[in-house]
């Protein structure tokens, strides 16, 4: 008692924080699959320029990009239940956890939709003129040529996102969600004890990056070495 | 085929999720009893001793414990809890996702205009000018111009000074912070010169963060109040049950019990 910080208290608070870790990953991973499957679709119809929608992406994607996450946190919190009562769907004593997950989601769809964008117009116009000289259909070509070519460039900043994903999740307890971050503040007001808990949290978050980083950079060595094995067939 | 496999797995997986997470809040929003009115209690989740989590992440204190004994009196009411950071209580309170806010909660009278307070105080919630142990040039609010003093984002110590400067020009520098450590910290260091505490929230810091504060000498109580659950402006029957339950736990003692038990002393009554 009496320290504003105690090391040892680090090692002490770490297994209950860590005990939390399945929130923030659940948070991770369900925000990054379902981003991507949107954001996938959100890309085609930018890149397709499909009437109406491209301009709802457009817009959507702006105002993700442009506002915090903090923000867009208590927008679905408190203002989507409002919308929604409005047609009678009453959300608004739902659990915390999915309003969480579906802020995560959408701003992790509008990220992804950029970095496919990118990936795919990257892609030389001169890939897919090739494909329809031999008679394949636009989604052959995609989906045989283009496709298999974008995810390779896409890949490393799909990794940048996730990362960064895994650091904003933290954001959730202000909502009362106790992630890793929420459980180090809980544990932090029981003993008055912040600090540690916040440097064990950093410990947690700084393996998780790194994991996520070394799984990336071997899932991008593989893509690539598959599509130079393919290249040469 | 292979395509339609993928797609067929990532559906899955998305529909577990859904439904996974789906579960979790039907499980919890059904009531056993349709007699039994389910009220949302929303408290904070960082204010200890009034409310904080326990070891379990469940909510704990002196907030809490009081409202749990307020159920037990009233069987016609089924209390739960959701607790949030301390500035999103009355956030929730105005989006209805919550019936009664519990933190603490004094009376000023923006609140007053905007929520429904309950009638009985539970907790002296008076606060006093605290400051770096051995200074005496602070004893007043008075002596804090051109000096700084570290307030709570969204609570009564912020709207206090923002009312007094508002009269005094702007005259003492207002540091918002939102964690107990983090102002303590300022206030020990002398990045901040003053900050505004009840005795009972003075005592339980000192001990945690090692005794380096004190009441400013001869200082006088700035704001003398009690501290009230707030509920919304509809629900007035709710407020005069809460209200007949705490005087009767005021009446047979049990308050003081669990201000004994939970905040080391007596502070049901003001100095």
């Known amino acids: ?233 | 085929m292979k395509k339609i496999r993928v797609i067929g797995i990532i559906t899955g997986i998305i529909f577990t999720g859904v439904m996974l997470t789906g579960c979790g809040s039907n499980s919890t929003t059904s009531t056993s009893n349709s007699n039994v009115k389910k009220i949302i209690v929303g408290t904070g989740n960082s204010y200890k001793p009034y409310c904080y989590l326990d070891e379990n992440n469940s909510p704990a204190g002196f907030d809490v414990e009081i409202l749990k004994e307020i159920d037990k009196r009233l069987p016609q009411y089924e209390f739960e809890f959701q607790t949030s950071e301390f500035k999103n209580v009355l956030l929730s309170l105005d989006a209805k996702k919550i019936d009664i806010a519990a933190h603490e909660y004094e009376k000023n009278p923006e609140r007053e205009e905007k929520y429904l307070y309950g009638k009985e105080g539970y907790v002296d919630y008076s606060l006093k000018i605290a400051v770096k142990k051995g200074r005496t040039d602070i004893k007043s609010l008075d002596d804090l111009k051109g000096k700084s003093i570290s307030v709570s984002q969204g609570g009564n110590s912020a709207y206090l000074m923002e009312q007094y400067n508002k009269k005094n020009n702007n005259a003492v520098k207002l540091v918002y912070g939102s964690d107990d450590a983090i102002q303590y910290d300022d206030v020990a260091t002398g990045r901040v010169d003053a900050i505004l505490l009840t005795k009972s929230d003075l005592n339980l810091r000192n001990k945690a963060y090692g005794d380096k504060l004190e009441f400013a000498k001869d200082s006088q109580v700035v704001n003398v109040s009690y501290a009230y659950f707030i509920f919304d402006k509809e629900n007035k029957q709710l407020q005069e049950d809460v209200d007949g339950a705490l005087k009767s736990m005021k009446d047979d003692g049990t308050i003081v019990k669990l201000s004994k038990d939970i905040l080391g002393d007596d502070y049901t009554k003001s100095e």
């Open chain 1, 1 to 233: 008692m009496g320290k504003l910080f105690d090391f040892k208290l680090i090692f002490e608070y770490l297994p209950s924080i860590l005990s939390r870790i399945h929130i923030t990953l659940l948070i991770v991973v369900l925000a990054t699959i379902i981003g991507l499957v949107l954001g996938i679709f959100i890309a085609l119809a930018r890149i397709y320029k499909v009437p109406i929608i491209n301009y709802l992406a457009i817009m959507y994607i702006s105002f993700i990009r442009g506002t915090p996450i903090i923000v867009q946190l208590f927008i679905v919190y408190y203002g989507l239940p409002e919308i929604l009562i409005g047609i009678g769907i009453n959300i608004n004593r739902w659990d915390k956890l999915n309003f969480v997950l579906v802020t995560y989601t959408l701003n992790t769809a509008a990220f992804m939709a950029e970095v496919l964008r990118g990936a795919i117009t990257s892609v030389s116009t001169g890939q897919s003129e090739a494909a329809y000289s031999i008679g394949m259909t636009r989604w052959q070509a995609f989906y045989r040529i283009i496709a298999p070519q974008a995810v390779g460039i896409a890949l490393p900043s799909i990794g940048i996102n996730i990362v960064s994903l895994l650091q904003d999740s933290s954001l959730a307890f202000t909502l009362g969600v106790i992630d890793v971050m929420g459980q180090a503040q809980a544990i932090g007001s029981r003993t008055l004890h912040k600090f540690e808990g916040y440097v064990a949290a950093a410990i947690i978050f700084i393996i998780l990056s790194i994991a996520l980083e070394k799984i990336f950079s071997i899932v991008e060595k593989k893509v690539i070495t598959d599509k130079l094995v393919g290249d040469s067939r």
